[in-house]
């Protein structure tokens, strides 16, 4: 599309950017993208040259999810960076968002001192869920973990300049000892895919996405069940543990929840497709219960 430009090194200019427009969307549509008109208005603004241009435009039909291409995504109305080979996240966990950030508030309300919500952010991928939710309290601790190191340097780009702590390792495991009880929020959007559904997923997940960040195991719930477990270690007195999950994976989540001794709440908002599990310490001498499910407005 860009072969009839003499010096693909010039500066695109506004006219050149309206011109370009119409090839852009072509060949976009040419290759399977179904939100053509949008996509291509995306990259010719984040395009410095028509050489850049040219190169977004192949990559995209190539089939590299755009926010890839682009160099960031749009979650909860903030422009996280997002690199090549980084899970994208998606809008559906900003349900989960929601949820932590109506709980910190809820807790610093009734909370006699006014400390900050101590708040951790596992298998953080870009750290986009931490972002949000530093950016909607006023005040917060975060650290977020990665076992991925592409996945660890990208949440530094976005963590770090708010304040954020990011570790790489597992789970858990690279955290410093002095959370060890202290953590008000566990967050995590951690994969939930079965292993043998992978293949299903579309090629721009299956493709550019690590694996670690999509594949769950045998029934999509091995990581959650061992999230649940180690949770009660960190948490605080009064902390919650918030899983994002599938409708279809929620009751094994919830069922890993109660086999560590938290009461799990299932909560889900239909307009995103989105379910997350929330599990509280257990009053003391409560009898365990099967899990509540309740849906909620985002």
Known sequence: MASAVIDRHVPLSPATRAESHE?????????????????????????????????????????LPLEQVIGWAEFCGLRISVAPG???????????????????????????????????????????????????????????????????????????????HVYEGDLFEPLPASLSGAVDLVLANAPYVPTGEIELMPSEARLHEPLVALDGGLDGADIHRRIAAAAPRWLAPEGRLLIETSERQAPLTAAAMTEAGLVADVVSAEELAATVVIGSRSEAGRTRQPARRRSSAR
């Not at 008109?37 to 850049?52: K, N, V």
């Not at 559906?92 to 932590?100: C, I, K, N, T, Y």
Request: glycine share 8%; with cysteine.
């Open 86 to 164: 980084v899970f994208v996240p998606r809008r559906r966990s900003e349900f989960l968002v929601g949820q932590a950030v109506a709980i910190a508030r809820s807790r610093l309300q009734q909370a006699r001192d006014a400390r900050c919500p101590v708040i951790l952010d596992l298998c953080c991928g870009s750290g986009a869920v931490g972002v949000a939710v530093m950016s909607a309290l006023a005040e917060a601790e975060l650290h977020a973990v990665d076992i991925d190191p592409v996945a660890v340097r990208c949440a530094c780009d976005n963590l770090e300049p708010r304040g954020g």
């Open 23 to 63: 090839a852009v969307v072509g060949r976009l549509r040419a290759a399977g993208c179904v939100f053509a008109e949008d996509e291509a208005a995306l990259l010719i603004a984040a395009a410095g040259t028509q050489e850049e241009l040219a190169n977004f435009v192949d990559r995209r039909a190539a089939g």
